[in-house]
């Protein structure tokens, strides 16, 4: 059963994520592509998604998050999964930013606008008295099950190196039942199989 909580508006429901939960579908528009369209959570099934929340466009920490991102997208890509990046900004915003900034034209994964703040308000991300989004990123496996998500003040960079290493490990214990990743692990690094012998032996 998925966990709600009501919002200070005593609005409907919303979604209050939860780890192992399946995340509601929600429809919203992208720009991708240099085109806009409208599309669905339900859309990515079968791939891992990232949705990467950020405050605003034409600002300062999040072009140098974003840039990261688009450049280590490929890699991301080889992973089977998709990158969405959302703020609380227009489809419209998002092309002019895309078209002036040297560090966003190299975005290729979809921008997504949530001038309603609804997917801010159902993840938990969204600042009440300032209409914007906390740096909000949710890994999401091709079930649509949450497996990870960290919400940052403003003021906090992320580090899309480290958010690659999430998805890797995420996708080892997918594929590997019973066995764990301990701190900092990388692919080909040693794992855990959690047991009584290893009690007090870490």
Same mark, same amino acid.
């Given at each position: ?8 508006? =005593?609005?409907?429901? !919303? +979604? ?50 974003? *840039?990261?991102?688009?450049?280590? +997208? ?5 992973? $089977?999964?998709?990158?969405? %990046? ?13 078209? $002036? %900034?040297? @560090?966003?034209?190299?975005? %290729?994964?979809?921008? @997504? ?12 991300? +969204?600042? =009440?008295? *300032?209409?914007? /989004? !906390? ?12 497996? @990870?998500?960290?919400?940052? =003040? $403003? /003021? ?5 190196? *480290? ?11 997918? *594929? ?6 301990? @701190? /900092?692990?990388?692919?080909?690094? =040693? ?6 012998? !290893?009690?007090?032996?870490?």
């Amino acid at each position: 059963m998925e966990h709600t909580h009501e919002d200070h508006n =005593d609005m409907m429901p !919303l +979604y209050c994520p939860v780890i192992g939960d399946h995340v509601p579908d929600q429809e919203f528009e992208i720009y991708h592509n240099e085109d806009i369209k409208k599309v669905k959570l339900s859309d990515y099934r079968g791939k891992w998604l990232i949705l990467f929340f950020y405050p605003a466009d034409f600002t300062f920490v999040c072009p140098t998050e974003l *840039e990261e991102m688009a450049n280590a +997208y490929p890699e991301f890509q080889k992973l $089977n999964t998709e990158v969405i %990046s959302i703020s609380t900004d227009t489809v419209f915003a998002h092309k002019a930013w895309h078209d $002036n %900034s040297e @560090a966003i034209k190299k975005i %290729s994964f979809p921008m @997504a606008a949530d001038p309603t703040g609804n997917l801010c308000h159902m993840m938990g991300t +969204y600042i =009440d008295d *300032e209409g914007l /989004s !906390l740096r909000g990123t949710f890994i999401i496996d091709p079930e649509g099950v949450l497996k @990870a998500y960290e919400i940052h =003040d $403003n /003021s906090i960079g992320r580090s899309a190196k *480290e958010l690659l290493r999430k998805i890797q490990a995420a996708q080892f214990v997918k *594929e590997h039942p019973g066995l764990v990743c301990p @701190a /900092s692990w990388e692919p080909g690094k =040693d794992t855990l199989k959690p047991g009584l012998d !290893l009690v007090g032996k870490i």
